[in-house]
């Protein structure tokens, strides 16, 4: 099992950054692909960006593209989301999740294998 740990979420003003992490402890000696996905009230929840367990390949959702950096570091079982220019519409809960690679060098959306709690992100306008 793996266990997956969001933080830095928090209250911001429209046009700020926010750095969110993902820890995850347990079996984390397998390679995982990571990504992270957000629900804005009233909506379903979406892929916002994600990476492979290289780091060779990177997927963005066409709303945060230019704005939003997903990045890891293997060896301290982390990866972040580093969110710059924000606006309202990034305010959502945001979910970091893993899934088993078994393609190094690709990226998943789908049928992630673990999920944390998530992390609350409001933008205020």
């Known amino acids: 099992q793996v266990q997956l740990v969001e933080s830095g979420g928090g209250l911001v003003q429209a046009g700020d950054s926010l750095r969110l992490s993902c820890a995850a402890s347990?079996?984390?000696?397998?390679?995982?692909?990571m990504g992270w996905f957000r629900q804005a009230p009233g909506k379903e929840r979406e892929p916002v960006a994600a990476?492979?367990?290289?780091?060779?390949?990177?997927y963005y959702h066409d709303s945060v593209k230019g704005r939003f950096t997903i990045s890891g570091d293997n060896a301290k079982n982390t990866v972040y989301l580093e969110m710059n220019s924000l606006n309202p519409e990034d305010t959502a809960v945001y979910y970091c999740?893993?899934?088993?690679?078994?393609?190094?060098?690709?990226?998943?959306?789908?049928?992630?294998?673990?999920w944390g709690k998530g992390t609350l992100v409001t933008v205020s306008s």
């Open positions: 347990g079996r984390t000696n397998r390679r995982y692909a």
């Open positions: 999740a893993a899934k088993i690679a078994y393609d190094s060098s690709a990226y998943y959306l789908k049928s992630m294998d673990y």
């Open positions: 990476i492979s367990w290289s780091g060779r390949r990177t």
